[in-house]
Structures are given as structure tokens and as C-alpha cells.
């Protein structure tokens, strides 16, 4: 995109002076990720070998392989050379098998040395890369499809949710919905997924206030929605969550089984799930190298820092939060048009100005961010009872939207503080949409704020506090040796919640890499576009 004078009178001094310190405070971070290997991350690995199913109790054959390798020879090493070792061995015939003899009791593990390490590391790594290359498959195969079936005819991308619990009854609400207007359903997850240590397994009819993440229920949504896609004239793409203790597990599932979108951000699960930061900057790493793989466009959780804090005093964290996003999405390999950076319309509408402050914050994310496609979230903090008002709260939404050009857009819901909407009230947010896009969708071209008017000034005052911020955290070594990052996320600038480095969910699932540790996955990750052929195509998390 070819770059044009700042509306808002932003410095492009400035604009490198944040992206440089993002790059300075994440780094550490980076380092620390590359040094630590997750439980996650070995079972990703198991998973992209070919390693799927449960056991009859539902504890997934990669959790009960990778927990018998683990105390039989530590985590440290990786689970790779062990387990292909055994293999070579004679100990089974297939990763199946040899889970199946583990979870009895009856093999050993061992680090393999020399001549025997050689082989297990080259089995291992044939058989990771037949996972990656049909991650690759399903990257051309998208591509495939949106050129023969259309692509959605308007930015943004209209974004709508669906959250019955049961993957038979979300089917026909996303194909519904696709019908009404939607370019992307949402498959809400179920309540509290995010801190199973475990993925479930096969297609799910119960959940919580959505439905459990699986891969046969990505598999059959995926092939639902091309149904429609091929119905209407136009790709649907479909989202998750790729978030919690299993995300570079729940990244895998979404590459082997064509999704679009994932929600992946590198702080939401320490900050509102309470997951120990270490195991989470591990596991985001490696799934956002899967995602960039995938081609997969991941949506960030700014949003949710305004359900915690006010959202008029605190929207510099949003920015600071945003541009380390975009560091550690773009050192793991994501591209611009991968980068859903979220942002929300969060500002109590009481407040003097409430609207002139929300078109603030939106163009200044869609300034410093413009090849990204921003994902706007529409009110929900300060939603009521009253559906009128939030119906009209809802059009607000719609409007800064098409002022400020976002890439994607989720429909708000007037009945989000009442109940789980029904179809009849998705219909009538999606008639929002539709009106406010009609209406006023290229508005953009046109709205030039005063240079020195109140927006302007606004805008420019967030990115100075962000920068502010940012140097703040760089200058912190309140905890010798450690990232700054670290000190900051267990003080709570972001969100107000303070989570300590050394505590959290899943700390147990984390080991510092010892000498000789070897994975296969993160090794050809580390390629991008090398040896085994990456394509190179374009185009509230629970």
C-alpha cells in the first residue's frame, strides 16, 4: 500500500521510534521462547507426525505418549529422538502402537546417542514434514477455492459468532448466517477450554456458552461452510481459538484442517486466564510460526483490556499492546495481511465526546498499522438491558468502522447483556451492518479530521503515552536478568492484572531446553519458505 501523509498529523519519527522499542522489549522475550520447549509444543509435534485419537477414557494418545517420554527422560530433550528411537527400535509399528504399549507400562524410553540419535532424528523429521506438507496442501487448497468460487465483495469482512455448544446446531447457524451477509463465522469455544491441558476428541454436542475446539469439529464445520461458500459464490472463512494451554496444539488442528482465522494473541492467557507467562510467549510462538505456515490470518485480544480497564485512560496500552503483537507476529514469519490486530469501541457513550475518542483510537490503529486487517469489536462492557440503545450503540460501532476502514468487522448483538443472541437477533445486528456499509462504507476516502482538531490531537497524545510506555518497560530491571516484559505483565499495566513469571497455569508444563534438544517441527518452521516448500499465497478467547 503506498503510503500518504498522516491525516492525524503523526510524526513518522515517531512510528519508528515505537516500532523500535517494541522490537527491544519483545526480543527478550523471543530469546527466553527459543531457550523453553512446552508440553504443548512436543504434543503439537506428536500431532503433526500423525499421532490423533484417545484413549476409551478420552485422554488424547498424545498426551499419554509425550507424559511417559517425559518421565522416563525429561522434557528437556524434546520428545522426537526418544520416541523415534523406540520406533527404530522395534517397539511398535506406529506411533499409534507405540503410544498404545507406553500408556501400558510396557516400553522404556531412552536418549539415543550417535549413530542411533542420527537415525531418529531423520525419521523424525520424515515424518513432521509429511504433517507440514499437508498444512501446506490445505494453504493451496484455500487458495484454490477462493479463486474459483469468489472471494467476499467488500472490506470489512463481516465477522459473526455462533455458540450453541453442540457443533450439529452450530452447522446450520454459521450457514444461516452466511446467507444473511457473514464473510467469517466464529465457533465460540466452550467455557474454560482455554485451561485444558488436553485436547478433546471428535465432534462435541455439549458444551459451555460455546463449543469445544476439536478437530473433527473444525473438519466438519470447514466442509459446512464450503458447502455454502460454494452456494453463494463466495469464500466463508471460519475462525477459533488457538489460545490457552494447547494452542500450538489447537494452531496444528487449524492448519491440518483449513481454517482461515484464529484468535492468537501473546498475552491474552496470561492476563485473563491466569497462564504462566513463560509457558505462554513458548506456545505463541510456535503456533503463529504454524499459522504463518497456514496462511492463517490470527485475530489479537487488545479488546479485552477495556472489559478490565477504562478505556478512555488506558487506551495507550492497547496501542503498546499492538505494535508487541505485531514484533512477535512478524518475528515468528506472519505477514501484514495475517495481522487481525484487535481494537474495541469500549468508551462508556456517557463520557463527553465518547464518539469523537473512539474515531480517535480507530484511525490512529489504522495509521500505524495499514496493511493489517484490523479486527474492530463492537461494544459489550457498557451494553444494558435497553436493546434500543444498544441497537443504536451497535450503528456507532458500524459507523467508526466505515470511517476509519477497518478489515474486519464483528457484528455487536443488542441483546450481548441479556441473553445468548438468537438467529432472529444476529438478522437484525447483520440489517445494522448492511445499512451503516451501504450507506456510508467508503465514508473513509472522504473524512479528513482538522489537523489540530480534538481527534487529531487525541490520536497523537495515545501514541506518545504508548512510546512512553514501551520506554518505560525497556528501562525496567526492577528483576535482575529477566525481560523488562516480564516485570511489566506482574505489575498489571495491562488489563490491571498482575501475573508473576513464576506462577500461573501450566508452569509445570515448561522445561528449559537442555544441550542436544531436538524437534523436527520447530527446525522446519524456522525455514519459512525453505526446503519443504511453503506456499506463498496471499491474502474473547476461551
Given at each position: 500500500?503506498?503510503?500518504?501523509?498522516s491525516r492525524?498529523?503523526?510524526?513518522?519519527?515517531?512510528?519508528?521510534?515505537a516500532?523500535?522499542?517494541?522490537?527491544?522489549?519483545?526480543?527478550?522475550?523471543?530469546d527466553?521462547a527459543?531457550?523453553?520447549?512446552?508440553?504443548?509444543?512436543?504434543?503439537?509435534?506428536?500431532?503433526l507426525?500423525?499421532?490423533?485419537?484417545?484413549?476409551?477414557?478420552g485422554?488424547?494418545?498424545?498426551n499419554?505418549?509425550?507424559?511417559?517420554?517425559?518421565?522416563?527422560?525429561?522434557?528437556?530433550h524434546?520428545?522426537?529422538?526418544?520416541?523415534?528411537?523406540?520406533?527404530?527400535?522395534?517397539?511398535?509399528?506406529d506411533?499409534?502402537?507405540?503410544?498404545?504399549?507406553?500408556?501400558?507400562g510396557?516400553?522404556?524410553?531412552?536418549?539415543?546417542?550417535?549413530?542411533?540419535?542420527?537415525?531418529?532424528?531423520a525419521?523424525?523429521r520424515?515424518?513432521?514434514?509429511?504433517?507440514?506438507k499437508?498444512?501446506?496442501?490445505?494453504?493451496?487448497?484455500?487458495?484454490?477455492?477462493?479463486?474459483?468460487?469468489?472471494d467476499?465483495?467488500?472490506?470489512?469482512?463481516?465477522?459473526?459468532?455462533?455458540?450453541?455448544?453442540?457443533?450439529?446446531?452450530?452447522?446450520?447457524?454459521?450457514?444461516?448466517?452466511?446467507?444473511e451477509?457473514?464473510?467469517?463465522?466464529?465457533v465460540?469455544r466452550?467455557?474454560?477450554?482455554?485451561?485444558?491441558?488436553?485436547?478433546p476428541?471428535?465432534?462435541?454436542?455439549?458444551?459451555?456458552?460455546?463449543?469445544?475446539?476439536?478437530?473433527?469439529?473444525?473438519?466438519?464445520?470447514?466442509?459446512?461452510?464450503?458447502e455454502?461458500?460454494?452456494?453463494?459464490?463466495?469464500?466463508?472463512?471460519?475462525?477459533?481459538?488457538?489460545?490457552?494451554?494447547?494452542?500450538?496444539?489447537?494452531?496444528?488442528?487449524?492448519?491440518?484442517?483449513?481454517?482461515?482465522?484464529?484468535?492468537?494473541?501473546?498475552?491474552?492467557?496470561?492476563?485473563?486466564?491466569?497462564?504462566?507467562?513463560?509457558?505462554?510467549?513458548?506456545?505463541?510462538?510456535f503456533?503463529?510460526?504454524?499459522?504463518?505456515?497456514?496462511?492463517?490470518?490470527?485475530?489479537?485480544?487488545?479488546?479485552?483490556?477495556?472489559?478490565?480497564?477504562d478505556?478512555?485512560?488506558?487506551?495507550?496500552?492497547?496501542?503498546?499492546?499492538?505494535?508487541?503483537?505485531?514484533?512477535?507476529a512478524?518475528?515468528?514469519?506472519?505477514?501484514?495481511?495475517?495481522?487481525?490486530?484487535?481494537?474495541?469501541?469500549?468508551?462508556?457513550?456517557?463520557?463527553?465526546?465518547?464518539?469523537?475518542?473512539?474515531?480517535?483510537?480507530?484511525?490512529?490503529?489504522?495509521?500505524?498499522?495499514?496493511?493489517?486487517?484490523?479486527?474492530?469489536?463492537?461494544?459489550?462492557?457498557?451494553?444494558?438491558?435497553d436493546?434500543?440503545?444498544?441497537?443504536?450503540?451497535?450503528?456507532?460501532?458500524?459507523?467508526?468502522?466505515?470511517?476509519?476502514?477497518?478489515?474486519?468487522?464483528?457484528?455487536?448483538?443488542?441483546?450481548?447483556?441479556?441473553?445468548?443472541?438468537?438467529?432472529?437477533?444476529?438478522?437484525l445486528?447483520?440489517?445494522?451492518?448492511?445499512?451503516?456499509?451501504?450507506?456510508?462504507?467508503?465514508?473513509?476516502?472522504?473524512f479528513?479530521?482538522?489537523?489540530?482538531?480534538f481527534?487529531?490531537?487525541?490520536?497523537r497524545?495515545?501514541?506518545?503515552?504508548?512510546?512512553?510506555?514501551?520506554?518505560?518497560?525497556?528501562?525496567d530491571?526492577?528483576?535482575?536478568g529477566?525481560?523488562?516484559?516480564?516485570?511489566?505483565?506482574?505489575d498489571?499495566t495491562?488489563?490491571?492484572?498482575?501475573?508473576?513469571?513464576?506462577?500461573?497455569?501450566?508452569?509445570?508444563g515448561?522445561?528449559?531446553k537442555?544441550d542436544?534438544?531436538?524437534?523436527?517441527?520447530?527446525?522446519?518452521?524456522?525455514?519459512?519458505?525453505?526446503a519443504?516448500?511453503?506456499?506463498?499465497?496471499?491474502?474473547?478467547q476461551?
Open positions: 500500500m503506498a503510503r500518504t501523509a492525524l498529523g503523526i510524526d513518522r519519527a515517531d512510528v519508528r521510534r516500532r523500535t522499542l517494541a522490537r527491544q522489549v519483545g526480543k527478550p522475550i523471543v527466553l527459543t531457550q523453553h520447549t512446552t508440553v504443548s509444543v512436543e504434543r503439537a509435534t506428536l500431532r507426525a500423525g499421532l490423533g485419537g484417545a484413549d476409551p477414557d485422554t488424547p494418545w498424545v499419554r505418549l509425550a507424559d511417559v517420554v517425559r518421565a522416563d527422560t525429561g522434557l528437556e524434546g520428545v522426537s529422538l526418544p520416541v523415534w528411537d523406540a520406533l527404530l527400535r522395534g517397539e511398535g509399528d506411533l499409534l502402537t507405540l503410544a498404545q504399549k507406553a500408556a501400558a510396557s516400553v522404556t524410553f531412552r536418549l539415543p546417542e550417535g549413530r542411533d540419535a542420527t537415525r531418529a532424528r525419521a523424525s520424515r515424518a513432521v514434514a509429511a504433517g507440514i499437508r498444512i501446506d496442501r490445505q494453504r493451496v487448497a484455500r487458495e484454490r477455492m477462493v479463486a474459483k468460487v469468489g467476499a465483495p467488500s472490506k470489512p469482512w463481516i465477522y459473526l459468532i455462533v455458540a450453541t455448544g453442540d457443533i450439529h446446531e452450530d452447522i446450520p447457524q454459521a450457514q444461516a448466517a452466511a446467507r451477509g457473514a464473510d467469517v463465522i466464529a465460540i466452550s467455557t474454560g477450554q482455554s485451561l485444558l491441558d488436553f485436547v476428541e471428535g465432534a462435541t454436542r455439549e458444551g459451555f456458552a460455546g463449543t469445544y475446539a476439536t478437530q473433527e469439529n473444525f473438519r466438519l464445520m470447514r466442509a459446512a461452510l464450503d455454502t461458500s460454494r452456494e453463494l459464490g463466495r469464500y466463508v472463512r471460519l475462525t477459533n481459538y488457538a489460545s490457552g494451554l494447547c494452542m500450538p496444539e489447537i494452531a496444528t488442528l487449524a492448519g491440518l484442517e483449513r481454517l482461515d482465522m484464529m484468535l492468537n494473541d501473546s498475552m491474552y492467557g496470561i492476563l485473563f486466564r491466569d497462564i504462566n507467562p513463560v509457558r505462554t510467549f513458548v506456545d505463541q510462538r503456533s503463529r510460526q504454524i499459522h504463518a505456515r497456514a496462511g492463517i490470518i490470527i485475530n489479537t485480544g487488545e479488546d479485552n483490556y477495556l472489559t478490565t480497564a478505556a478512555v485512560e488506558a487506551a495507550h496500552t492497547v496501542t503498546t499492546s499492538q505494535l508487541l503483537n505485531e514484533y512477535f512478524k518475528e515468528a514469519g506472519l505477514e501484514d495481511w495475517q495481522l487481525g490486530l484487535g481494537h474495541a469501541f469500549e468508551i462508556d457513550p456517557e463520557v463527553p465526546d465518547s464518539f469523537r475518542l473512539e474515531l480517535a483510537h480507530a484511525m490512529l490503529a489504522r495509521e500505524l498499522f495499514p496493511d493489517a486487517p484490523l479486527k474492530w469489536m463492537p461494544p459489550t462492557r457498557h451494553m444494558t438491558g436493546v434500543f440503545k444498544g441497537y443504536l450503540l451497535d450503528g456507532f460501532f458500524n459507523l467508526v468502522g466505515a470511517l476509519t476502514g477497518q478489515g474486519i468487522l464483528l457484528v455487536g448483538m443488542m441483546t450481548e447483556a441479556v441473553v445468548t443472541p438468537w438467529i432472529s437477533d444476529r438478522d445486528a447483520l440489517q445494522n451492518v448492511r445499512y451503516v456499509m451501504n450507506a456510508a462504507g467508503n465514508l473513509h476516502e472522504d479528513h479530521p482538522a489537523p489540530d482538531g481527534i487529531a490531537r487525541r490520536a497524545e495515545v501514541l506518545g503515552d504508548a512510546v512512553g510506555l514501551l520506554e518505560e518497560i525497556k528501562a530491571r526492577s528483576v535482575p529477566e525481560p523488562p516484559l516480564l516485570s511489566a505483565i506482574a498489571g495491562f488489563g490491571l492484572m498482575k501475573r508473576p513469571a513464576d506462577k500461573g497455569k501450566g508452569l509445570e515448561v522445561a528449559r537442555a542436544g534438544y531436538y524437534n523436527p517441527a520447530t527446525e522446519i518452521l524456522a525455514l519459512r519458505d525453505g519443504e516448500g511453503a506456499s506463498t499465497g496471499t491474502g474473547d476461551r
